[in-house]
């Protein structure tokens, strides 16, 4: 039979030189090309030999071969599917970027067989081409089901092709690569290696529905060992949970995760209609140690119709939800797709929109009918899943809804915002909270005196993003959240009977003190003032209701933001026996240079009593020596 040679169109041969050179950075890619191509073959023959009986086709073992001839370097990807005719060669593979398979679906859909569409895989077109990287000239043999002759087409992706027909071919397509020489520098691998081969299949194509068989290398006798089957064929997010069995499950979370234990959760999902995909994913029952790392590699495995296509897709998870492994297989995405495509794609905000939601329903179904691997969960995923509460606007209500914290009534049991508003005394008409290091340093704070004393229940938050998400989420179901450590606190009027002194009277009796204080404390107070949250200590640290916790100051600091310095008020217990003596001392003394040693002593206690340091560290240690000294 005759060869005939044909040119590359100009902008075909443009669109060829960015495809070798520019369009995939990691080469292994061509393999996954190649084997998705032989799949979507073998799918178009299946469903061809059932609308048409009398195709005279053999589909009685479809699958792939890849042939690895290392003294020739070559490598063939073979299938026995549907192949092509002379003039369909000359058509898909002659013309880059003319689809078969998009030709295919479009038939499929003006004959409105919807089913027909499920299982097919990639583009030819463009795909194809990813063999140049790494082949001096590529070769295909194909034949047509149902017909007699052959074509084989030729090119080494110069600006030519050959197409010739030919009597001998198989039914199906092989495709053999001329490898070029391995280039380690140039992340070119040696494809003849079968360890690589099967790195590539195992990692890209491990879940195609066909068998991807390797051909033993032919002994002295000519004769060929048994082929060996290298995927698993296994798409577990595609079946059933009936049919699948937890160890199953366990299986994959640990291949996928790197994760020698067993996942805490399986969330399985399936979306059918106008986009459909599927998903499998897991909550890991630990926080990876590098969870709050920049470089923590986050999101799911993203595959497009069971062919790889990315690791660690961002796209598909909000970043609190960094820690959930697992798959997401979507049915009418392209291959050739970037994360950059992926951010702005409104096909994947959507599934982003739907597996968010998905994840966030199944802790809440966890925290309702299995307390103790709720807990487990929010132990060690509950600091990162707070960051939705300031980030994710949209979902806000369902992460406060799984989210739990710990109380002074708590009897070391998280509650839940709902539960703390059912349990909250008459009158009372705030949601108290105080934050800090840790639960020790939250326990023993003077702000927690005149609370502890009247039995009033106060959220206990140590985790460093609880300093912000309070003021993102303000109240719950009408009741403000309210820090104990800011603004005034008045809980006389929350059903507490006991009557106290006469505030009135001592402000009166306290006047002069609090204004002198603030004159000589001007530096680090804004206002010195009579507390009524303090029973026990003599004194202790607010801030205004809308000003910067000092945690939040050094939190803005360390991410290289510069705030102003924030004066807070200095609250004095009117009835502590040191402060009595101060007030007395200052109503009697006319010389109160003295007093001024004490004043300040008085406010550098509040700031340690609160787990600060005080501003001048010398000078605190010097003042406190000189009144122990006059003790004794």
């Known amino acids: 039979m005759p060869t005939e040679t044909f040119e590359f169109q100009v902008e075909a041969r443009q669109l ?104 097919l895989i990639g583009q030819f077109g463009v795909g194809f081409y990813s063999a140049f990287m790494v082949a001096d000239e590529v070769t295909v043999l194909t034949r047509r089901a149902g017909e007699e002759q052959g074509t084989r087409w030729s090119s080494r992706g110069e600006g030519t092709y050959t197409l010739e027909r030919v009597d001998d071919a198989p039914q199906g397509t092989s495709v053999t690569l001329h490898l070029k020489p391995a280039d380690p520098d140039n992340q070119l691998h040696d494809y003849t290696s079968v360890w690589k081969i099967k790195e590539i299949v195992k990692r890209y194509s491990d879940f195609i529905t066909w068998p991807v068989r390797l051909v033993g290398e032919r002994g002295e006798d000519g004769e060929a060992a048994e082929p060996e089957t290298l995927n698993s064929m296994k798409a577990l997010w595609a079946r059933s949970r009936e049919e699948v069995s937890e160890d199953e499950y366990h299986e994959l979370y640990k291949h996928i995760s790197h994760d020698w234990r067993d996942p805490l959760q399986t969330i399985q999902l ?68 970037s994360r950059e495509i992926l951010q702005q794609d409104r096909h994947i905000r959507m599934m982003q929109r739907r597996l968010t939601k998905k994840v966030l329903s199944s802790v809440k179904t966890m925290m309702t009918e299995d307390a103790e691997r709720y807990a487990t969960f929010w132990r060690e995923f509950g600091t990162v899943l707070k960051e939705g509460l300031v980030t994710d606007s949209d979902n806000r209500d369902a992460v406060l809804a799984v989210a739990s914290f710990a109380t002074t009534h708590g009897d070391g049991e998280n509650v839940t915002l709902k539960q703390y508003v059912e349990r909250m005394r008459d009158g009372q008409d705030a949601i108290y909270y105080l934050t800090g ?152 003394r006319e010389d109160r240079s003295e007093l001024t040693g004490t004043a300040e002593l008085l406010h550098a206690l509040a700031v340690v009593a609160e787990g600060g340091r005080p501003k001048d560290p010398a000078r605190f240690v010097q003042l406190l020596a000189d009144r122990l000294e006059r003790t004794l």
């Not at 990315?310 to 492994?325: G, H, I, N, Q, S």
């Not at 840790?438 to 927690?448: G, L, T």
């Open 270 to 337: 399936r979306a059918e209609g106008t986009f459909e995909y599927q998903a499998l994913l897991f909550l890991p029952a630990h926080a990876p140690h590098d969870l709050f790392t920049r470089d923590f590699k986050r999101g799911v495995q993203l595959y497009v119709k069971r062919v790889f296509i990315m690791d660690d897709c961002e796209a598909l998870l909000p970043p609190y939800l960094r820690f959930v492994k697992g798959v997401v297989d979507a049915q009418d995405l392209s291959l050739n797709v």
């Open 437 to 588: 290091e840790s639960r020790e340093s939250i326990d023993n704070s003077p702000h927690m005196e005149a609370f502890r004393e009247r039995g009033i229940e106060v959220l206990l938050l140590t985790d460093p993003v609880d300093e912000v998400w309070v003021d993102a989420v303000g109240e719950y179901e009408g009741k403000p959240l309210r820090s104990i450590a800011k603004g005034e606190i008045d809980l006389g009027a929350q059903g507490d009977e006991e009557a106290g002194e006469d505030r009135e009277k001592q402000a009166e009796e306290y006047a002069g003190l609090l204004g002198w204080m603030r004159e000589q404390l001007d530096e680090d107070v804004k206002e010195v003032r009579l507390s009524t949250r303090l029973t026990v200590s003599p004194a202790c640290l607010v801030a205004d209701a809308h000003d910067l916790t000092p945690a939040l100051e050094s939190m803005y600091r360390a991410m290289g933001q510069e705030v102003p310095r924030t004066r807070r008020i200095l609250e004095l217990n009117a009835d502590h026996a040191l402060v009595k003596a101060l007030n007395q001392a200052y109503r009697e």
């Open 16 to 119: 060829l030189h960015l495809m070798i050179h520019s369009v995939y950075s990691n080469k292994d890619v061509f393999l996954r090309e190649l084997v998705s191509n032989a799949s979507d073959a073998l799918d178009k023959l299946r469903l061809a030999a059932l609308r048409d009986d009398s195709l005279d086709a053999d589909v009685s073992d479809l699958h792939i071969e890849l042939e690895i001839d290392g003294d020739a370097r070559t490598l063939t990807v073979r299938d026995n599917g549907i192949g092509m005719s002379y003039d369909e060669v000359g058509q898909l593979i002659g013309t880059i970027a003319n689809s078969g398979t998009a030709e295919f679906l479009r038939e499929l859909r003006e004959a409105q067989d919807a089913a027909g569409a499920e299982g």
